[in-house]
RNA sequence: GGAGAGGUGGCUGAGUGGUCGAAAGCGCUCCCCUGCUAAGGGAGUAUACGUUAAUAGCGUAUCGAGGGUUCGAAUCCCUCCCUCUCCGCCA
């Protein structure tokens, strides 16, 4: 959520950030709502406050062995006019909340204008992509050639986008994964964790993902139901929810690998072929909670962290800025890294490294007390993949293939293969 | 799945309808005392919102969450979530 003070105070400026993204912000509505809200606010409290003070004089009269009659008799249709106030007030803060759980982000000033991806600004690449002296497959070649990528059987079992991998195709899956911790825990300092891939709806609710993306959710049919992690960073950064953290714990870098979970609703016809897309896919997730001020030089750190596994798989990738209009609902600003896909000739996403500001912190509440002021203030959040494993096995099958039909195994890899070095 | 107990402030733990945002202890902060250390004395110590120049006052809310009863609810009733104990089942 944005800062109510904000949204109530710096109106226009909100209405005008959010424009950027191309959001329409009403304004209007909001401000009358607000005004309302402050209105029955006040009528309530001074309710609630009369109230008060005949209860008390009342428990007073009772201990005296007074006569409270009359007193009963003085707040007769005070309950009435307060419990209406108290519904009036109620359903206006309902509206209220509805409307500013449904804002995204305001940007950070340094994000690009733009519209759509096309928009997206290069910041840098790494490496060159591989020249090939044969016309080179894409990974759905490659693997089904070495019978270890198995989309039909995936299909007949669970229907579109899903894959299964076998031998020492899912080997590498996993020592992909293996890898990726390595690197994050060892060298960068993460913690790792363990977590959740079923949780409330109060979670998705504290990272952003509800109540706009529900549809995108997969939901158990339970009387509470729950729902599968869309990412990592929905148990993660709920790991902060309503924490206060002394200034010292500052800042926390949590990593896990877990399955991910996505519906993909509205994305039909979008990369069908292939495991670009799919219902299921294993992800090594990097969180830092961090006191405000610290937050965009976290960004750039955690971009740097994910950016490391790809350097040591020597697989050329591209870091873009992503512009106003490409830039997800929750983030102040967003780097893309790209991994550069032989097999169609372009970069494709692998990793999205997000600052949140304390946009997720405010619903989580989740605060630092301020070395300063001794007051709990809310923390930034940040996320990003470090990395996407099976889009890393994509960049891999299709970067390292050899004319045979085979594919070396990169040599970070290796150790994690029990030595292997090619498959097929 | 069956039976029972319980969820109170940073922690432990009192409080079964009235002046309770909440005793007491621990911890923490500041001050005093003590020639070090240890011990002792005093004061303070939740969060959010509203009002405000104010992180001063004052008001409101919060004792797992949401409803209800009542002039008044931490305390009574209902629903849900969670924890613990015993039994069953189970990787």
């Known amino acids: 959520m944005i800062d109510p003070k904000a949204l109530r105070t710096a109106t226009a400026d909100v209405q005008a950030n959010l424009a950027r993204r191309g959001f329409d912000f009403d304004a209007d509505a909001y401000l009358k709502l607000e005004e309302q809200r402050k209105t029955l606010q006040v009528e309530t409290e001074t309710l609630q406050s009369e109230r008060n003070a005949h209860a008390k004089r009342i428990g007073q009269a009772k201990a005296k062995g007074e006569d409270i009659e009359p007193l009963l008799a003085s707040v007769n249709t005070l309950g009435e006019r307060l419990g209406a106030a108290e519904e009036k007030l109620k359903r206006v803060r309902q509206s209220l909340r509805d409307l500013e759980l449904g804002l995204p982000n305001l940007l950070a000033a340094d994000v690009p204008d733009g519209a759509s991806e096309d928009d997206n600004v290069e910041l840098r690449r790494w ?15 490659i693997g089904e050639r070495l019978g270890l990528l198995d989309f039909d059987a995936a299909a007949s079992m669970s229907g579109a986008r899903f894959t299964v991998m076998r031998g020492e195709l899912a080997r590498l899956h996993r020592a992909l994964i293996q890898f990726m911790l390595d690197v994050q825990t060892r060298e960068h300092g993460y913690e790792e964790a363990y977590v959740p891939y079923l949780v409330h709806d109060t979670a998705l609710l504290g990272t952003g993902q509800l109540p706009k993306f529900a549809a995108d959710q997969f939901k158990t049919d339970a009387d509470t139901p729950l729902y599968l992690i869309p990412t990592a960073e929905v148990p993660l950064t709920n790991l902060a929810r309503d ?9 926390q870098r949590l990593t896990a690998h877990t399955p991910c979970f996505r519906s993909e609703a509205g994305s039909h016809g979008q990369d069908t072929r292939g495991m670009i897309r799919q219902h299921q896919f294993e992800k090594v997730e990097l969180v830092q909670l961090v006191h405000a001020e610290d937050s965009p030089a976290a960004l750039e750190e955690l971009t740097g962290h994910a950016e490391t596994v790809l350097k040591r798989l020597e697989l050329p990738y591209r870091v873009v800025t992503l512009c106003a209009g490409d830039t997800g609902f929750g983030a102040t600003k967003t780097y893309d890294i790209e991994v550069w896909l032989p097999g169609q000739g372009k970069y494709r996403e692998i990793s999205s490294c997000s600052n949140y500001g304390d946009f997720q912190a405010r619903r989580l509440k989740a605060r630092v007390r301020s070395a300063d002021t001794g007051k709990p203030e809310l923390i930034h959040t940040l996320n990003g993949s470090g990395v996407a494993a099976g889009r890393a096995l994509v960049a891999v099958l299709e970067n390292y293939q050899l004319q045979d039909g085979g594919v070396r195994v990169p040599d970070v890899l290796q150790p994690f293969m029990g030595g292997v070095s090619r498959i097929g």
């Open 243 to 251: 924490a206060i953290f002394k200034a010292d714990e500052l800042p």
């Open 127 to 141: 490496g060159e992509p591989p020249a090939f002296d044969f016309e080179p497959a894409d990974h759905v070649a």
